[in-house]
């Protein structure tokens, strides 16, 4: 092979690598592109998961709290009743009657939900028994502290604001 030939082939040569080399980097960056894409959506179903989890979380929480609240002041009402068997005092009993299962299928609901966070879940589960027990040896005895029932429903809230708080990955 002469020089000329040699010059011909190595100037075709840098020719088809001047042009590939920009095709070549353009696929593998389409490549790398979709795949970044694919995991971006992945990580976004997830993210869309928990948010959805902590928010029907949240929404049972603020239920459980409602309900201690209303029971709580029917309990106070039917406490200061002059005769609390009369119509209006039985019609208050029934209601606590009802807010007193709403409470358990609360609760339920609440250890249920916890399970996405599993670091601050457990004390949810245990203020939220806390509350129930002390609102139902109210129920039982017609007396009880409605300080300390309170102080547990501060401690919920704030474990369920922690257990919130993880569930969505944001650092309290």
Request: aromatic share 6%.
């Given at each position: 092979?002469?020089?000329?030939e040699?010059?011909?082939?190595?100037?075709?040569?840098?020719?088809?690598?001047?042009?590939s080399t920009?095709?070549v980097?353009?696929?593998?960056g389409?490549?790398?592109?979709?795949?970044?894409?694919?995991?971006?959506?992945?990580?976004?179903?997830?993210?869309e998961?928990?948010?959805?989890?902590?928010e029907?979380?949240?929404?049972?929480?603020?239920?459980?709290?409602?309900?201690?609240?209303?029971?709580?002041?029917l309990?106070?009402v039917?406490?200061?009743?002059?005769?609390?068997?009369?119509?209006?005092g039985?019609?208050?009993?029934?209601?606590?009657?009802?807010?007193?299962?709403?409470?358990?299928e609360?609760?339920?609901r609440?250890?249920?939900?916890?399970?996405f966070a599993?670091?601050?879940?457990?004390?949810?589960t245990?203020?939220?028994?806390?509350?129930?027990?002390?609102?139902?040896?109210?129920?039982?005895?017609?007396a009880?502290?409605?300080?300390?029932?309170i102080?547990?429903?501060?401690?919920?809230?704030?474990a369920?604001r922690?257990?919130?708080?993880?569930?969505l990955g944001?650092?309290?």
């Amino acid at each position: 092979m002469t020089k000329d030939e040699i010059s011909f082939w190595l100037e075709i040569g840098k020719l088809v690598g001047s042009i590939s080399t920009p095709i070549v980097v353009t696929v593998l960056g389409v490549l790398l592109l979709r795949r970044i894409e694919a995991v971006k959506a992945g990580i976004a179903k997830q993210s869309e998961f928990h948010r959805k989890w902590a928010e029907q979380f949240f929404e049972c929480c603020q239920e459980f709290m409602q309900a201690i609240e209303r029971d709580l002041a029917l309990l106070t009402v039917i406490a200061g009743l002059k005769d609390p068997n009369d119509d209006f005092g039985t019609e208050l009993q029934k209601e606590v009657s009802r807010l007193n299962s709403t409470l358990s299928e609360l609760e339920l609901r609440i250890r249920r939900s916890v399970v996405f966070a599993p670091i601050a879940g457990g004390s949810v589960t245990n203020s939220a028994g806390e509350c129930i027990a002390l609102v139902g040896k109210l129920l039982s005895s017609r007396a009880g502290n409605l300080d300390q029932i309170i102080g547990k429903m501060n401690e919920f809230n704030v474990a369920s604001r922690r257990a919130h708080a993880e569930m969505l990955g944001v650092g309290i």
